[in-house]
């Protein structure tokens, strides 16, 4: 059954990957989620991956360590690409072809990023996982997932966090945050919500890609998403 958009970007936050965040990757949320791609690409829906690395680096200065801003940043691109791989692998168990494409060279791992071999891939039904961000520093894995959505020209944005959708204010420090069902992109910056970052908002509200941002805690929810239901909060021009 075809889903509501043509092209999907899913972006996968790192910790829900975690599961009990007990370990760095959990292997049933891996294999849950890497299912619920497979079969929205058996579907007829293209779909493209950005994965975070909170579960295994958050930036420059992790648990006390002091490092330069640049190579933190490159370490960050590295543990993405380890979550590529991890999550590539689970997909191909699911059934489908799946290609690890990363923004630095990186040849004996994966392919280089191109945005034209990408787009031949996902019309051939693969799934196509974006590593390493852009392959600079300064940029954030947000910035990253508009940047290649407006790339590879698809139609929504599916962002799976580890919560429920953009509040007022911290929902874990406020029990009376309250949700928004749909904002515009205009409307969040001028709030001065933090659900994206300036420029990942600016990229989206200029291309008119449509984000959704929704709980991970339940891996079907991405489903739900393709499928055009608000079940967190919709960014839109």
Excluded at 50 to 70: E, K, P, S
Aim: proline share 2%; aromatic share 6%; with cysteine.
């Amino acid at each position: 059954m075809a889903t509501e958009f043509k092209r999907v970007l899913v972006k996968l936050s790192g910790e829900a990957l975690a599961g009990d965040g007990k370990s760095i990757l959990n292997g049933d949320m891996l294999s849950d989620v890497a299912k619920v791609l497979s079969d929205l690409a058996k579907d007829g829906t293209q779909v493209c991956v950005v994965i975070g690395a909170g579960n295994i680096w958050r930036g420059a200065r992790q648990n006390g360590l002091t490092v330069d801003r640049v190579r933190g940043d490159h370490m960050g691109m590295l543990a993405t690409l380890i979550n590529s791989i991890a999550m590539q692998d689970y997909i191909i168990k699911a059934g489908t072809n799946c290609r690890v494409m990363s923004a630095v060279q990186i040849q004996q791992f994966c392919e280089t990023y191109s945005q034209y071999k990408a787009i031949e891939y996902l019309e051939q039904g693969e799934i196509v996982i974006l590593a390493c961000g852009v392959g600079y520093p300064f940029f954030s894995t947000d910035t990253g997932m508009m940047l290649r959505a407006a790339e590879l020209k698809c139609d929504a944005v599916l962002s799976a966090k580890n919560v429920a959708g953009v509040y007022d204010k911290d929902p874990v420090k406020y029990p009376d945050a309250k949700k928004f069902d749909t904002l515009t992109y205009k409307e969040m910056l001028s709030l001065g919500l933090k659900a994206i970052d300036q420029s990942a908002a600016a990229i989206g509200e200029e291309s008119g890609i449509k984000t959704v941002l929704f709980p991970l805690s339940n891996p079907q929810n991405i489903i739900r998403a393709a499928n055009g239901e608000n079940i967190g909060t919709i960014l839109h021009n």
